[in-house]
């Protein structure tokens, strides 16, 4: 190609280079971030109260659990689950056998019907992200993407299965 020539080959046919495992997933996550972050503010929350919807979305865990996968001290996760159930979104339940100072953490209703929306919305601009793949490309990154965040989950001692009986129930958010 002359210096005054277009590249006229088509942006998919392109070669792109490789940026590598840790910057491409570093900079996936920045993408998934930037999701988040907007919806989140649509919605007057912080980040990391999309994210405690989102582990709520299909189980109910004790405070003790929600701190341990959100990566949160026991009293940074009792101000946020304080401020969400200020809001309307949670609500704590006595677990019936056992300690009975222990509680868990459910969703309410309109927590269920935010979360059910978020999760629309997150899904919806994501799958714009790789639209540009093949059905087969798009599967296999789901599942090496999965494959990832349960092995890193269980090296970390957490469980991610709990409600989770197949992957059309699952929501994102």
Do not use: C, W, Y
Request: hydrophobic content about 40%.
């Amino acid at each position: 190609m002359t210096a005054g020539q277009a590249d006229r080959t088509p942006p998919r046919a392109r070669r792109r280079p490789d940026l590598g495992i840790a910057d491409a997933l570093v900079q996936a996550s920045f993408l998934v971030q930037a999701v988040l972050g907007e919806l989140a503010a649509e919605q007057e929350l912080s980040i990391v109260q999309m994210r405690l919807l989102g582990v709520l979305r299909d189980r109910e865990l004790r405070m003790a659990q929600l701190a341990r996968i959100l990566g949160l001290t026991k009293s940074s996760t009792s101000g946020l689950v304080d401020r969400a159930e200020r809001r309307g979104l949670v609500r704590r339940t006595a677990i019936p056998v056992g300690d009975e100072r222990a509680v868990h953490v459910v969703l309410s209703e309109e927590g269920r019907r935010l979360t059910a929306q978020l999760g629309a919305q997150v899904a919806r601009r994501l799958e714009g992200a790789t639209e540009h793949l093949s059905p087969t490309n798009r599967g296999r990154l789901s599942g090496l993407l999965t494959d990832v965040v349960l092995h890193d989950a269980e090296r970390h001692g957490i469980d991610l299965s709990a409600g989770q009986s197949s992957s059309a129930q699952r929501s994102v958010v």
